[in-house]
């Protein structure tokens, strides 16, 4: 039976991702970041949804999640559902533009040097703005 077979793969997945949240909730001191959380919540997106087992966790208040998604995915999918967005607050976050993110290195190395008499140098700080852009695009 095919269907029998998708229900039971996705009820492991969701025993999985309980033991998960659960695991948290016992550390007390875990943050949980989801990318886009909207793909697990929604199975128009990937075909499951895990929302019940989200909601659960997240009436206890006891798991910080925060879950990242763009503006438009959130209106879609997330902003009214309200199982799970009475639970987050939204926050708009603007980058900054290289330029304004090399002034906040230089501050930040500035502070770096003065307190704990190192040194930082400029390629340091372009090498730091090369690998977050880079890595934020993964």
Do not use: H
């Amino acid at each position: 039976n095919w269907s029998g077979c998708i229900k039971k793969k996705i009820n492991t997945k969701k025993t999985l991702l309980k033991k998960i949240l659960k695991e948290a909730e016992a550390a007390g001191n875990i943050v949980l970041v989801i990318k886009d959380l909207f793909r697990m919540t929604n199975a128009e997106v990937e075909g499951d949804d895990y929302t019940d087992v989200f909601s659960e966790v997240l009436e206890k208040g006891k798991v910080a999640i925060i879950a990242v998604s763009e503006r438009l995915e959130y209106e879609k999918f997330l902003a009214n559902d309200l199982r799970i967005s009475k639970n987050f607050e939204t926050v708009e976050v603007i980058p900054q533009t290289k330029d304004e993110a090399m002034l906040i290195l230089i501050e930040a190395a500035e502070r770096l040097e003065n307190k704990n008499k190192v040194k930082v140098t400029v390629g340091a700080l372009k090498q730091i703005l090369d690998d977050s852009a880079r890595a934020s695009n993964i």
